[in-house]
């Protein structure tokens, strides 16, 4: 037998939209919409397994109803253009499936599925509509079935007639009566006033259908109900009608046309990797990656047995090569070398017994290219060899003329340069289970085609910069700072391990507290870690409201428990248990895993080369995610101690530097005048938007100020700072329109910096850091309005990265010529932590201050805070 199956793509959208929270892919893009469509898509044909299929969609605002009644969904807010914005990609995952979708002008989808049903019908199709409108139940009849979403986008309601009687006690074409009775506030059908659904049923068990109760006002009972029901007739005989479905639309198309044969696995897997969708990869399979072709030119080298004079020439591109992602801890197992005399590799005990290859690495006067010099300063530091001479990080110039491109390895930046000379560090190592180091044969190849690789891509790559004016940004800052960063990683931070554990023995004992309280408050003991046993709990013992649910149950995820966080006490028990478990799993024992055991040390690892904006990363162990906004988490830094005897940790703050930055570059009088007058701009952008003086500013209004002004050159949409603040889209749009009028230059820098960046195609920072943004002139609104809120924020984002950065390596400089005892251990966000010697505490802290505020000179004043103590916690 066929089966049509007709989605109402709109409907649909729009409830896994708000079913879910907020979800990005790489790009930036929100997918929630998606992701939840698509889930629902794929339960949809595993579930029905179509002969027929369709999506249909609205066309546009106006309809033919709208000639009947203007008001006709009048009251319904503008959609979210974070919902919007989603549409398209749907389409994008409906082409993968290759799946028909279908629009009419002046027709709604419901029109389209009522048409296509009704036809289907007639042919004998058996037809399932799958929507979120209880609108649709009016086609029920033998051969439609109507599967109907509930609040969350995994559990759904079948209705054939019987369900519809059972459910409502109607047959499916009275549902059309129904809405005609009580009318319909989400499609701003008025139906007749004060009658909802309970008296509306009751009117259409007795007489069957609108024009029936109307004729037969007399026997109604109840002298109000009567007298509605007779003031209101034209209107409920109005309802009735916008309330029905059109059957017999124009639809060319044959039933034919909406043939469906299943999916090309391959074209559905591009678009899941496209909007990072990895879980439903699992779900359709992610096949086997093709094997990379060793079709390359031969290439002759040397491997070297006794190091001489002419493999060592300046300039040379030097490969250190580390069978390990983290060079402190992995093993060294080769070293390559490219210059104009050829291609050499040596074998680690070659190069670490040799005074020639030694007397290489370590000479300041002949110049080394590298892949990345900071892991392989790190790397040959483990091993007593101290790398100078370093003129080039070919890594750190590929991210600095495209950060948008990942260059992991050498190969990496070849291939873009269409460079077939070097094969991926998978295809000669392998990965996961079988990972493994080659024979020397092969693995001196690999090398020495990395090396070559290498001191062929330089001059290309060197040149680039010249072109794009980013030489300054290059030689003086990012190269320089590879160094330090190196330098930090091999000093590390100390832990006191004592301190640690008894936090963990602390944290340990809150949590069986808190686990006593929970079970109290549940009246039961179950397992709190059981997301099956915590909805059990939640929603049938305690009979909370269930927000959403799963295919294993129901949902008892972070974003359901805050909206439930007011219904019962037990809610702000389990989300404080959580994070109290989350610090005790993530940061306390994690970093007990990481500690050296003979230094009491971690080091950190980092990435220098990630982000697109130019901010620092950290990794192994992650330290700039140690959750602050709790105490618990704050605590954690108490660990964190300096390293000697009676030295202090000192922390350096920058104080709203973005905004100070914000306030340089788009030179708003108004913003930089509290700036220059040292105000608190929170309180300064209260005082204006909500025309109050300072001292009428109430906490509240401070609030939302900073929301405004953090969120603002972001690209915060009404409804994301509605959302944020928990107050209307209305309020939040007026708040953010007084705002632009406060601040008239940032409105102005809004506006320009997107126009510009669309002629040419990026934006750059104060020191002439890009990030390209092609997305401006995408066809596709979400695309689109992510590049223009990434053009806005990365000037700014990205100029306060170049600020700390420049800190960084003023500070190293200063330091080395200073006679204070101090050394550069982290860097957090806009904060930098050091260690110093207790008499020396002082001193520092004038020069952090003399350098860290005068790093990058701005209209307005860089601030810093600058505090000490015995630990990083008590240096804040």
Same mark, same amino acid.
């Given at each position: ?495 006191? #391990? ?217 690209? #915060? ?160």
């Amino acid at each position: 037998m066929k089966k049509i199956v007709l989605v109402d793509g709109n409907s649909i959208a729009y409830r896994a939209f708000f079913a879910l929270p907020l979800l990005n892919n790489q790009k930036g893009e929100y997918t929630n919409a998606v992701y939840g469509f698509t889930t629902m898509l794929l339960k949809v044909l595993e579930m029905e397994n179509p002969t027929h299929m369709l999506v249909a969609f609205d066309a546009g605002k106006e309809t033919f109803r709208h000639q009947t009644y203007a008001a006709y969904k009048g009251t319904r807010q503008k959609t979210p253009s974070e919902l919007s914005g989603q549409i398209p990609l749907i389409h994008d995952v409906l082409k993968a499936f290759s799946i028909p979708r279908y629009e009419a002008k002046s027709y709604e989808a419901d029109d389209i599925i009522g048409t296509v049903a009704r036809r289907a019908a007639k042919e004998d199709y058996k037809v399932v509509v799958v929507t979120g409108d209880k609108d649709l139940l009016q086609l029920v009849d033998q051969n439609i079935e109507v599967v109907l979403t509930k609040k969350g986008m995994s559990e759904v309601d079948r209705y054939d007639e019987a369900a519809i009687h059972e459910r409502y006690g109607l047959t499916p074409t009275q549902i059309i009566d129904l809405k005609g009775l009580m009318g319909d506030s989400s499609d701003n059908i008025p139906g007749v006033p004060g009658v909802g659904e309970k008296t509306a049923l009751k009117l259409l068990a007795q007489f069957e259908d609108v024009e029936t109760v109307l004729a037969s006002i007399d026997q109604v009972s109840g002298k109000k109900l009567k007298e509605r029901l007779t003031e209101n007739q034209e209107q409920a005989r109005l309802s009735k009608k916008l309330a029905t479905i059109f059957t017999d639309m124009p639809l060319e198309e044959t039933l034919d046309a909406f043939t469906y044969t299943g999916y090309d696995e391959e074209q559905v897997r591009a678009v899941f990797r496209e909007l990072s969708f990895h879980s439903l990869l699992e779900r359709i399979g992610q096949g086997e990656a093709p094997e990379e072709s060793s079709d390359f030119a031969p290439l002759p080298y040397e491997v070297v047995k006794k190091p001489e004079e002419k493999h060592f020439a300046s300039p040379s591109a030097l490969v250190v090569e580390m069978f390990a992602e983290h060079e402190l801890q992995g093993d060294l197992i080769g070293m390559g070398v490219a210059n104009e005399n050829g291609r050499f590799f040596f074998p680690v005990d070659v190069a670490l017994s040799s005074p020639l290859f030694q007397d290489f690495i370590t000479s300041a006067t002949v110049e080394k290219w590298l892949f990345s010099a900071k892991q392989s300063i790190v790397a040959l530091e483990k091993r007593g060899l101290s790398l100078q001479g370093v003129t080039f990080d070919l890594q750190m110039a590929s991210y600095l003329l495209d950060p948008s491109v990942s260059a992991e390895e050498v190969g990496d930046v070849a291939h873009r340069k269409e460079m077939k000379v070097v094969r991926s560090d998978e295809a000669v190592y392998g990965k996961g289970a079988k990972r493994h180091i080659p024979d020397e044969d092969e693995l001196s190849e690999h090398v020495c085609r990395k090396a070559s690789a290498l001191y062929e891509l330089k001059p290309l790559l060197a040149n680039e910069l010249a072109e794009n004016k980013q030489d300054e940004l290059f030689y003086e800052l990012e190269m320089p700072l590879s160094l330090v960063l190196a330098k930090m990683e091999c000093t590390g931070i100390k832990v006191d #391990i004592a301190q640690l554990k008894a936090m963990g023995k602390d944290l340990s004992a809150r949590i069986a507290v808190l686990e006593r309280e929970i079970h109290a408050e549940a009246g039961v003991s179950f397992n709190i870690n059981s997301p099956k046993q915590m909805g059990t709990i939640l929603f049938e013992t305690l009979a909370l409201p269930p927000v959403k649910k799963t295919k294993t149950g129901y949902s008892t995820s972070a974003d359901v428990l805050e909206k439930l966080r007011d219904a019962h006490p037990i809610i702000e028990l389990i989300l404080h248990y959580r994070q109290l478990v989350k610090l005790h799993s993530t940061y306390i024992e994690g970093l007990l895993k990481v500690v050296d055991a003979t230094t009491h040390k971690v080091h950190t690892r980092f990435n220098q080369a990630l982000t697109q904006t130019g901010r620092l990363s950290s990794a192994d162990p992650n330290l700039q995610n140690i959750p602050i906004r709790l105490e618990e988490g704050r605590k954690i830094r108490k660990a964190f101690i300096a390293s000697k005897p009676g030295w202090k940790i000192v922390a350096a703050d920058y104080s709203q530097i973005e905004l100070r930055v914000l306030a340089h570059i788009c030179g708003d009088e108004n913003m930089k005048r509290a700036f220059l007058e040292d105000m608190d701009i929170h309180t300064k952008t209260a005082m204006d938007v909500f025309g109050v003086s300072e001292q009428d500013v109430t906490s509240a209004m401070r609030r939302t100020a900073k929301a405004v002004n953090f969120g603002i050159v972001y690209g #915060i949409s009404d409804y994301g700072l509605s959302q944020n603040l928990g107050i209307s889209r209305k309020e939040a749009k007026d708040f953010i329109d007084r705002y632009l009028v406060s601040y008239p230059k940032v409105k102005e820098y809004m506006e320009d910096v997107v126009t510009k960046a669309r002629k040419k195609g990026y934006v750059e920072t104060l020191l002439a850091r890009r990030r390209y943004l092609p997305e401006l002139n995408s066809r596709n609104f979400n695309q689109r309005s992510f590049a223009e809120r990434t053009a806005l924020n990365t000037p700014i984002q990205g100029t306060a990265a170049d600020i700390i950065k420049m800190s960084m390596v003023q500070m190293d400089k200063r330091l080395q010529t200073s006679p204070l005892a101090a050394t550069l251990l982290l860097q957090v966000h806009d904060e930098l932590i050091f260690e110093v010697a207790k008499d020396d505490v002082a001193s520092l802290k004038a020069l952090v201050l003399e350098v860290m505020e005068h790093a990058l000179p701005l209209d307005v004043p860089l601030k810093v805070d600058v505090s000490s103590g015995d630990s990083w916690y008590d240096a804040k």
